[in-house]
């Protein structure tokens, strides 16, 4: 997770426009262990997060929010959509429904509303959630007991990095290449 208190302070400071691509971590947010990792969002102009990552939510499930609407409009009036999966301008046609760019994502304002709801009333979004974190413990334990593996950096979120033990980078990459290959049947 990138220094978000620290970005945001800098944005302030400066007048930039601060976005936080949240769409993978930003979910944090409702793991009572992990929500401190975005301290700084309250600096954010805009925030996007992908339900369907962390929350358990359908592919099509995306939600962009902006601090003010109104600037929003004004600040992105001008400029090409961007090329990554959500970030797509939306706008809303005479009819009230909303229409985005093509995607991954469709402009569905009730998506991921409706993904909260769902697991507030059955509960298991912290459930779930937490299931997550012991999974993340036991891996990390996996790796501890190996000796020809070691962890690169603590397990943050879901991402585990570790590598083996002595490898150089030809090394990896002449595993990469050899993984990759798929042999047709003779």
Known sequence: MDDLEGLGSYAR???LWFHVDGAYGGA????PTERHLLAGLRHADS???DPHKWLFGPLDC???????PTVARK????????????????????????RTSRSTCRAEPWSPLL?????????????RRAERGRHRHRTQQKIAALDYVEMVRPISLSIVLFRRKGWTSEQYTEWSINSCVIKSPS
């Open 62 to 68: 995306c939600a962009l929010i902006y601090r003010n």
């Open 75 to 98: 600040v992105l009036a001008n400029r090409p959509a961007t090329s990554t999966s959500c970030t797509r301008a939306t706008t809303s046609t005479t009819s009230g429904t909303r």
């Open 28 to 31: 944090a947010l409702f793991s």
């Open 47 to 49: 925030f996007i997060v």
């Open 115 to 127: 993904v909260l709801a769902r697991h507030q009333r059955h509960g298991g979004l912290r459930e």
């Open 13 to 15: 400071e400066h007048d």
